[in-house]
């Protein structure tokens, strides 16, 4: 079974085409892990080169405003570069299993209300 059919949470009216396929797959994931709470998901590798994730996880940065990573990179920068040609080189490191992400940058943000800090990790987009 497909994720999309899996998947009514991420399908428009009944009979239509589906809406949004990484909403799907999200989706159908959630119901797998939900059905056996001890199941391991190990073959996910192929999932997380998928375009439409890769925007999915572009637009979630951009939307949020991401914080440059240990690279220092800006979003203004990743746009510079093009963002099209960044998700490419990335889905095909993913590929070819060549990926290898940096460090993350760690921070220290203070908690409301109180004197104590919680550990921050900010990943970079590139290797």
């Known amino acids: ?3 999309v059919q899996a998947s009514p949470a991420a399908s428009g009216p009944a009979g239509s085409i589906p809406v949004d396929l990484v909403r799907a797959l999200q989706h159908a994931l959630y119901r797998a892990a939900k059905a056996d709470p ?3 998901f ?3 590798h192929d999932k997380i080169m998928r375009s439409d994730v890769l925007w999915r996880a572009w637009v979630a940065v951009r939307r949020n405003n991401g914080a ?3 690279d220092k990179m800006t979003l203004a ?9 960044l998700l490419g080189e990335l889905a095909s490191e993913l590929r070819e299993r060549r990926y290898r992400p940096m460090p993350a940058r760690r921070v ?7 004197d104590e800090t ?8 590139t290797a």
Request: net charge positive; no cysteine; hydrophobic share 30%.
């Open 38 to 40: 001890g199941r391991r």
């Open 42 to 44: 190990h073959a996910l």
């Open 68 to 70: 440059p990573g240990i």
């Open 108 to 114: 220290l943000i203070p908690k409301p209300g109180t």
């Open 118 to 125: 919680r550990p921050l990790s900010i990943p970079t987009g």
């Open 1 to 3: 079974m497909s994720a």
């Open 77 to 85: 920068q990743v746009e510079e570069y093009g963002i099209t040609r």
